[in-house]
Every structure is written in structure tokens, then in C-alpha cells.
């Protein structure tokens, strides 16, 4: 099987499709799999890390008010289009398969045009432009919240997979979390993260509360800076007691450390919150404001209208809303438990397998080897 993942420009876009890969790997281990990105996302570091093989093409979004970038985007797209049917004639695969990004664009509409069986994987629950549009052209549209499904009515097939999420996440229990990081049972833990670059208010927010509010012993307050603004709130927070607030850069060791929480507080990003449903963690969702058509928001919503988080938006966010709110959940532990199963109950944690049933299905037994 010859398959080509096009996917690119953020994590969020290009880890559901190296998911997709190593399954269809383990189901398929003579099947050749190829990358489509560009050379400004961050699939160039990503993609070969895993070791698969990278193909580059021209494109880039379009803004939404006309300028001079506008005729440059239109030039690229034609471009891309050029040299993405240039790969798919050479690589000739028995599918594609769309995970979100400009490049999704032409390559997938190519291969549709060239009658190739393709597949598009939605991660969020408002869906981006590119994916709307190119639902009426691919065989079969996947999405991970039931809530976009209003917005592919013109697909061909629609299928509810969920996100890929990784296997350690899928496995991690709170006890065992703990145990592998020394972590006492009876601490409450709060884990804060704003992504790997950081999330400037989140950051500044969570810095204020812990020196205003955070004096209670039994609470540990794991607090992820990411790697541009460590430097800043590490100092801010340097008389802060190590035992119960520890400053970290980055979260390595995602799948312990976010089954080991109390509660986490983080962005809404689709991965993000797949794996918080997967591993039944409560959540305080603060959605990012600054990303397309605020599809996080719709996110966050998504998990607080199931009961699985709090929502507070990032012009709403304060020290003492935000310490008032994990406060409140952290002393009832009922309602703690009640959010973690009904997280249980909206994760999906067979979404790889769940695609690779689509994929055979569309490309027929044929191309499955």
C-alpha cells in the first residue's frame, strides 16, 4: 500500500497524521508512506524526526482582506497545484489522506481529480475553510467532535473517529502517573500548560495567582512556561516553594504528568483536549483567542457542555478567577470525579484503527498489502 499524508503548519495538524502513519505501519509494515507539507510549518522537524519521508510544495493562506499578499497566495496555489499532481504521478498512491493545513488544498484536490481514493480528518469541532471545501470533493470526511457535523452535509461519507492519540496517553492510570514521578497520592496536583511556546496571559495570570493566593501545603502546582518565557516567570516566581510550585519550560513526559492532575489548565487545542477526554483529567480550558475562526473556543465548549471542563476565556481571566475556580473544584472532590467521567465518556481511544477501517474500505482489498 502506497499511502501519501498531506498535513501541515502546526503540531495540531501534523501529529494526528504521523499517528495515522505508525498504525498504518503496524497494520501494513510494507507500506510506503509519504509527507506533503511546506517549508514554513513545522512538519520539516517533526515529520522526519518519526522517519518518514518529507515532500515540499509552494502554498500558503490566503488573508481575508484583498492586498498584495492575496495575488502572491494566488500564485502559489497554482503553483502547489502543479507540483503536487508532479508527486502524485510519481508516487502513484493507492490513498491520500488530509490532516489539516493549507497544503491539504491542492494536494487533496488533485488526487480527487485524478480519481485516487482520499480521506480528510477534521481535528476540531468548527472545522477549517480548506476542509469544508474539500469535503465535497474526497470520498470520505472523519471528524472528532460530533458537533462539525453539521458542516460537511455536501460529504460524500461522514465518519465520528476522534483524534489519534497516542498509546502512553491512552494507558497512563493516576497511579501508576504518580508513582512514576515520586508524586504523593493524597496531593492535589494542578497541572498548568499554554503550549510549547508559552501562552504570555496564561503565564502571567497563573504567576500572579501563585504569589497572591497559592500558600496552601497540600496542593503541587506543575506549571509548564514553555521555552520563550521560562527565563521570565522562573524569575518572578523564584521565592516561590520548589516543593510546591515547580517552573518548568516544557512537559516532556506529557502522558504521566497529565494523568498524575487534579485538574489541567490549558489551551483547547484538538489534540489537547482528545487526550484529556482519553485519560478522563478535569480541565479548566482557557481557549487561545489568536487562532482561525476561534475554532478552540468551539473546543472548549464542545468538553464543557458534556461536563468534562470550565471554560474561561482569556478576556474574562484574572488571578482570583482563575484561583477561585480551581479552589472550588479542587474541595469537591464529587464533582472532580463526575467531570473525569464524563471526559471518559467523549474520549475515543481506537480513533487510529477507526481510519484505517475507512481507508481500506475506500481504497478496496486491492490496495491493502
Known amino acids: 500500500m502506497k499511502v501519501l499524508i498531506a498535513g501541515g503548519g502546526t503540531a495540531g495538524h501534523i501529529n494526528p497524521g504521523i499517528s495515522i502513519a505508525k498504525h498504518i505501519k503496524n497494520k501494513s509494515p510494507d507500506a510506503k508512506i509519504v509527507f506533503a507539507g511546506t517549508k514554513r510549518g513545522l512538519e520539516t522537524s517533526l515529520v522526519p524526526r518519526e522517519g518518514f519521508e518529507l515532500r515540499l510544495i509552494t502554498v500558503r493562506g490566503f488573508k481575508r482582506k484583498l ?12 503553483q502547489g497545484i502543479i507540483e503536487a499532481r508532479g508527486i502524485i504521478k510519481e508516487l502513484k498512491p493507492d490513498v491520500v489522506i488530509g490532516t489539516g493545513g493549507y497544503v491539504c488544498g491542492p494536494v487533496l484536490f488533485i488526487a480527487s481529480r485524478m480519481k485516487i481514493p482520499t480521506l480528510i480528518h477534521e481535528q476540531n469541532a468548527f472545522p477549517g475553510v480548506t476542509n469544508r ?13 460530533k458537533e462539525s457535523r453539521g458542516y460537511f452535509k455536501s460529504a460524500k461519507e461522514l465518519c465520528f473517529t476522534g483524534n489519534p492519540v497516542r498509546q502512553e496517553m491512552a494507558l497512563a492510570s493516576r497511579t501508576e502517573a504518580r508513582k512514576n514521578l515520586g508524586l504523593p497520592l493524597e496531593q492535589r496536583i494542578v497541572v498548568v500548560m ?3 511556546r508559552g501562552a504570555e496571559k496564561i503565564n ?36 516561590a516553594d520548589p516543593q510546591y510550585v515547580q517552573v518548568l519550560p516544557y512537559i516532556y513526559d506529557t502522558a504521566n504528568v497529565m494523568a498524575s ?3 489541567v489548565i ?82 475515543i481511544s481506537n480513533a487510529c484503527e477507526k481510519i484505517y477501517e475507512i481507508i481500506t474500505q475506500i481504497i478496496g482489498p486491492r490496495g491493502v498489502k
Open 67 to 78: 492586498s498584495a499578499d492575496t495575488f502572491i497566495a494566488v500564485k502559489e496555489l497554482f
Open 133 to 145: 471545501i474539500l469535503s465535497r470533493f474526497v470520498n470520505a470526511v472523519a471528524i472528532s467532535f
Open 194 to 196: 499554554g503550549g510549547s
Open 204 to 239: 502571567d495570570t497563573v504567576a500572579d495567582m501563585v504569589l497572591k493566593n497559592l500558600k496552601r501545603s497540600d496542593l503541587r502546582l506543575i506549571f509548564a512556561t514553555g521555552e520563550g518565557q521560562f527565563e521570565r516567570i522562573n524569575d518572578r516566581l523564584k521565592d
Open 261 to 263: 492532575a487534579d485538574i
Open 266 to 347: 490549558c489551551r483547547a487545542g484538538a489534540i489537547t483536549t482528545s487526550e484529556l477526554t482519553v485519560m478522563g483529567v478535569p480541565s479548566i480550558l482557557i481557549p487561545s483567542p489568536y487562532v482561525t475562526a476561534n475554532h478552540q473556543e468551539y473546543n472548549a465548549r464542545a468538553l464543557e457542555k458534556n461536563g468534562a471542563a470550565v471554560v474561561i476565556l482569556e478576556k474574562d481571566l484574572s488571578c482570583d478567577i482563575l484561583y477561585n475556580q480551581m479552589t472550588e473544584l479542587l474541595k469537591d472532590r464529587e464533582q472532580l470525579c463526575k467531570m473525569s467521567r464524563n471526559a471518559k465518556k467523549m474520549g
